[in-house]
């Protein structure tokens, strides 16, 4: 717990120096945060963190994140240009994920937690940096480029966990399944109101990973 809490101190300070040295780019700060976070996941699994810790813990930096989102203690990892509930969601996602498969299927949860710090992390910073095709659903703004780094990130990442999971002889789904995984997490994506899918996109991974998982 003493190296997992190091690493999200070491996150704060980076995002607040990212902050004052880039203020214009306030997306660079949180995004830092939010890819940051995904190591959290495979950190915990790595060390064999219990659930009766590691459960406890997510939940109070979700409590923490909500608390934030509110006063703005850490403006870095909060202060955007629109209304987002994403911090606390994805917080909070962590949290059941770990509560409904860890310490049985961690796979699961590094699965969710990866597919949602990378791919979606990715796709926020690509998709506002490369001219392409773009969409707005719900007044959110959507572009090929983003989606296109969210659905290869994602699918690195499953491939990638599966190969580990092999490796360990752990229960994974078939490469067919990844990719329909991998589908499921860039539609949702693509419904982004308030920062909804910082939860429904790991959810939706971990779910399914666990199901298709044999």
Known sequence: MAAIAAWLAVL????????RCWDAQREWSRKLIHIGAGAVAPLAWWLGIEAAVAVPAAGVVTLMAAL???????PAIEDIDRASYGTVAYGASITLLLWLYWPVQPSAVTAGVLVMALGDGLAGLVGPAVPSLSWHLWKQRKSLAGT????AASLVVLVGLRAFCLDQGLPTPGLPALVGITAAAVSLEQVAVLGIDNFTVPM????????LAH
């Open 12 to 19: 704060s300070l980076s995002a607040l120096w990212v902050r």
């Open 68 to 74: 934030n989102h509110r006063m703005r203690v850490l």
């Open 148 to 151: 296109g780094a969210m659905a």
């Open 204 to 211: 939706a991974v971990g779910c399914l990973w666990n199901s």
